[in-house]
């Protein structure tokens, strides 16, 4: 394991600077034609309100094979606000990244940290003001912005990451992996000091790690309004499930880690939005919402159903649930209403404890659930045609898993795997009348 995430050179530096009451960390792969842009709002918005503070701007790249880190470093900023730019060492990832920019917050004593993705078409400078003042007036520990909306549309976040923190955690967050999110410098400093840098927080787990670890932690976690959020055009599609896989399976192990939260009474909670000063910023542009073709993902989903996914289903699902998914996918395109949302709690449920107490290998529980995601995905496509009918649907759809919440405590409480199963039968404990 690496015991930091920074070159011998950047602790140098960085052990040559004084401390900075704020700092703006901004991860960067492959960004070009956005990091100035970024680099330098940020700048000129730390000189305008933050001067008096030692502000300090940290760009850490993921090695990219572009000008990204070079056109960041000479991108001009105020003198009043200082730099560091380097690269990053470990598994390459935004994690890796982030824990760089952490240790560097750490070390120059920062009270607050505020990351921004580099990547962001629609920043505004005012934002920086509007996430760091709540941290540094200590009204929050770690501050989320609550956007109109998001483009392009987070689904893994809309469909699995926010209702199982609502089923399972009793927390609803409107959008619970920001990319921007600020936080007080004692949280940098605990996460910097986490020992999952060699897990798959190290690469794309890190936002929903984030999150529960900021939640489960008891620390006072709230929201703040700003207007859309639009990231410039997704990059290729190859490594779509690998993503898929970093991020649901860092949100299914920590289901494990923090089940003595979920294993209690829950009650769904709403997360404090703060008010907001006066809007300072030009009216909020009247961006259409881009919505995906649910025919398209509905294909998608069905060209996945393969021997392979079809056994992994048959391993994490109970028999009334595999029936369900299959007669569904069975369909040549999405419909409204078939997919329910107690049948998706249910599904994801299931795949939790198949992840967590199965003998088989999690990864592969994990990939076989993509395809069902991108059936619920396509179906709430179908059923939604306007923001605020998906918008409802994700909230309804959160409120179902906080209901079946009791079904998965029984399950998880009763599962027994299929090879534990096989192996009784085969040493004559069990026959084929048993229901197991």
Do not use: C
Request: net charge neutral; no cysteine; glycine share 6%.
């Amino acid at each position: 394991m690496y015991e930091t995430a920074l070159p011998e050179a950047t602790r140098r530096r960085v052990a040559d600077l004084n401390p900075a009451g704020v700092v703006v960390g901004i991860p960067s792969y492959r960004n070009p034609k956005t990091i100035a842009a970024i680099v330098g709002a940020v700048g000129q918005a730390l000189h305008q309100r933050f001067a008096g503070l030692d502000p300090v701007i940290v760009n850490v790249d993921g090695h990219s094979f572009d000008e990204t880190l070079s056109i960041a470093t000479k991108t001009r900023t105020p003198p009043s606000v200082r730099r560091v730019a380097t690269r990053y060492l470990g598994l390459p990832g935004k994690g890796s990244a982030l824990r760089a920019i952490f240790e560097i917050a750490t070390q120059l004593q920062a009270r607050a940290l505020l990351l921004v993705e580099a990547d962001v078409v629609s920043f505004r400078p005012w934002w920086i003001e509007r996430l760091l003042a709540p941290i540094l007036a200590r009204q929050a520990d770690v501050l989320l912005p609550a956007y109109v909306y998001q483009q392009p549309i987070p689904f893994v976040s809309d469909v699995l990451v926010r209702p199982v923190i609502a089923g399972l955690f009793g927390i609803e967050l409107s959008v619970p992996t920001p990319g921007e999110i600020a936080m007080a410098g004692s949280i940098a400093a605990y996460f910097a000091d986490r020992d999952v840098w060699e897990t798959d927080v190290a690469r794309n787990g890190v936002d929903i790690w984030m999150i529960v670890e900021a939640l489960a932690g008891d620390a006072r976690v709230a929201r703040i309004p700003l207007e859309l959020k639009r990231h410039r055009s997704p990059r290729s599609d190859d490594l779509r499930e690998a993503k898929f896989l970093q991020e649901v399976g860092t949100l299914f192990r920590l289901v494990y880690l923090q089940r003595r939260i979920w294993q209690q009474a829950i009650s769904l909670q709403p997360v404090p939005l703060l008010p907001p000063e006066p809007m300072r910023s030009p009216a909020v542009e009247a961006y259409p919402r881009e919505w995906p073709s649910a025919a398209a993902i509905w294909e998608q989903a069905r060209a996945l159903f393969r021997p392979l996914v079809h056994h992994q289903w048959e391993q994490a699902l109970l028999p009334p649930h595999l029936d369900a998914v299959e007669q569904i996918l069975a369909s040549s395109h999405p419909r409204p209403g078939v997919f329910s949302d107690g049948l998706w709690a249910r599904v994801v449920y299931d795949f939790i404890t198949a992840y967590n107490k199965g003998e088989g290998d999690p990864d592969k529980v994990v990939l076989a659930l993509y395809p069902l995601f991108l059936a619920r995905q396509a179906t709430l496509i179908a059923e939604a045609s306007t923001q605020t009918e998906y918008e409802a649907a994700i909230h309804k759809q959160a409120h179902a898993f906080v209901e079946k919440l009791s079904y998965f405590v029984q399950r998880w409480e009763r599962y027994i795997s299929p090879e534990q199963v096989a192996l009784w039968r085969e040493l004559g404990l069990l026959d084929s009348s048993d229901g197991l």
